[in-house]
Every structure is written in structure tokens, then in C-alpha cells.
């Protein structure tokens, strides 16, 4: 708390267009807002021995351990955050969210879709 009584920010410097630091605060996501993460879809996996991985080849067909009709699984930096169905559009896929993950707990759930 400060002098005032009111609750001073966390503040980190940041460069001001004429070179000298200006205070930011941490409590803004916004300084993180360009950094790069990487999303996974994973829409199913199988284990395989290495003389059946040498028998496959174009044409060949590997069934994954999922159904056909069961949620994708949505990925941000190898952490499970979401599940979906997959969609096309226009000429690409995408994944429409139907569940989304809470924290560290994989049962927790915001805005499911039933």
C-alpha cells in the first residue's frame, strides 16, 4: 500500500519512444500479448512396433485410439486447454471449441456445450 492508502501496482520499465523507461504495470497482460505459443490438435494417437511402422506407406491406414465423433484435443505449449470438433472452412480445417480446460485440474470445465 502506498502513503495514500491506495494499493500501489507492481510496475516494470518499459522504453519510452525518446529512449528514457517508463513505468508498465504487471497487472496489464498486454506486455505478453506478441509472445508466440504453439497449438497442438490431436485428434488421436496409437502405439505402434517399429515392424508395423515399416510396413506402412502412401495408402496406408492407421487407426488412431478415438472414435469417430469424440472432442479433439486442444493443446497450448503441450498443456491440454480445450476440446472441440473439428470443422471446415472455406478450404482449411479449424476446431470449434465445445469445452474449455480450468487451471491445473483436467476436469474442471468453462462453457461446456452439451
Do not use: C, H, W
Request: glycine share 10%.
Amino acid at each position: 500500500m502506498s502513503a495514500d492508502g491506495t494499493q500501489k501496482r507492481s510496475e516494470l520499465p518499459v522504453p519510452a519512444d525518446d529512449g528514457s523507461m517508463l513505468p508498465r504495470s504487471f497487472d496489464s497482460l498486454g506486455f505478453v500479448m506478441d509472445v508466440p505459443v504453439e497449438v497442438t490438435v490431436e485428434i488421436g494417437r496409437r502405439t505402434m512396433k517399429i515392424a508395423e511402422l515399416l510396413r506402412i506407406g502412401p495408402g496406408s491406414v492407421v487407426e488412431l485410439d478415438k472414435a469417430a465423433g469424440d472432442p479433439l484435443d486442444v493443446y497450448v505449449n503441450n498443456r491440454r486447454i480445450a476440446r472441440g470438433e473439428a470443422v471446415v472452412v472455406g478450404d482449411r480445417y479449424g476446431v470449434r471449441l465445445t469445452e474449455v480446460l480450468l487451471g491445473d485440474d483436467p476436469t474442471a470445465r468453462f462453457g461446456a456445450v452439451e
